[in-house]
């Protein structure tokens, strides 16, 4: 038994039963509610006050206390600075990386232990093993809910205090343990959108914080083909949104030029320019605290649910170079690129170029 834990407790089904699992098996259950976003509260897309009502409704049923912090403004100086930075350098960040890192793992941790926690539980589906003094990130026993792809960043510190109730159930024994418990969020949706702060209208949320500056869209022979509302709207790979029609197959995003404003894009799914036998990545983040051996041969991930795709990972200046057995479709720099070893999560980094 893990003692005195405090679960995050989100207002959805996941972290409700991780709750529930550690009250069942005898440990000192505590919830706690994080506000981190209050930016828009008056907005209809804020759903704080729906999401705390949800748990509040949990742990009566569950008799769990329940307390509620604010962490918004480290969540704004640590997640949502960096998310306009990487919008402004034309790439397409992943908050939910941070978002774990710096909120769910460390502020939260920070809070759970100076209120006399022994560790932390979240409703993610992963797994945690220690060996020989260190402590690994493993995949979770459903692989189609595996969330490792966004906890790479956590490191020993915060791996040592975490435990995750929900490691080896899948998603209808989750909604299952709910309903048979009398939850009344057994049934509710999962969470989508940005983290913490949810589903809205993108563009116009993110041209807020950003201006946005519309120009051409060309196709790689430098062809007018028509015209983008900013850069900061696209992601390689994307087909809809562009505004292009035509008798041919449909466009996607190839690339994106900063210095000339210019979108560029490619007529079919397939077409050669969208793939990519490697990538560059920096800002890396090792499970064990420190690289393996390079090179290494072993799997990745390039997005989350994406089956892994052998690879080999060499060391570069400032990162390691990624070359894929196979092509990879849609490198898209600022995402992050996920590395395994079998059932274990190695660590990852944040994707420069498709090389």
Known sequence: MAGKVYVGLSGGVDSAVAAMLLKERGDDVTAL????????????????????????QVCDILDLPLETVNFSSEYWDY????????????????????????????????YALDHGADK????????????????????????????????????????SHTVFPLSDLNK?????????????????KDSTG?????????????SRYIPASPGEIRDLDDNP??????????????????GIGGPGEPWYVARKDLDTNVLYVVEGHDHPALHHSGLTAGDLQWIKGTPPDLPL????????????QACRISAIQDGVKVDFIEPQ?????????????????????????AV
């Not at 041969?297 to 892994?308: K, N």
């Open 194 to 206: 940005i983290c913490f702060i949810g589903e809205r209208r993108f563009r116009e949320f993110l």
């Open 33 to 56: 509610f994080m506000k981190n976003w209050e930016e828009d509260d008056e907005d209809d897309y804020c759903a704080a006050a729906e999401d705390l009502q949800s748990a509040e």
């Open 120 to 159: 932390i539980a979240t409703g993610h589906y992963a797994d945690v093993y220690q060996c020989h003094g260190s402590h690994y990130l493993g995949k979770a026993a459903d692989d189609d809910k595996d969330q490792t792809y966004f906890l790479y960043a956590i490191g020993q510190h915060a791996l």
């Open 225 to 242: 083909v028509g015209q983008h509302q900013g850069l900061m709207y696209y992601t390689i790979g994307q087909r809809h949104g562009l």
């Open 297 to 308: 041969d072993c799997t990745a991930r390039i997005r989350h649910r994406q089956p892994e």
């Open 79 to 110: 997640v949502f600075e960096h998310f306009l930075q990487e919008y402004r350098a034309g790439r397409t960040p992943n908050p939910d990386v941070l978002c774990n890192r710096e909120i769910k793992f460390k502020a939260f941790l920070d």
């Open 329 to 353: 479709r849609a490198i898209a720099p600022g995402q992050s690129v996920v590395f395994y070893d079998g059932e274990l999560c190695l660590g990852g980094g944040i994707i420069e170029q």
């Open 172 to 188: 209808a024994q989750v909604r299952q343990l709910a309903r048979d418990a009398g939850l009344p969020n057994h049934a509710r």
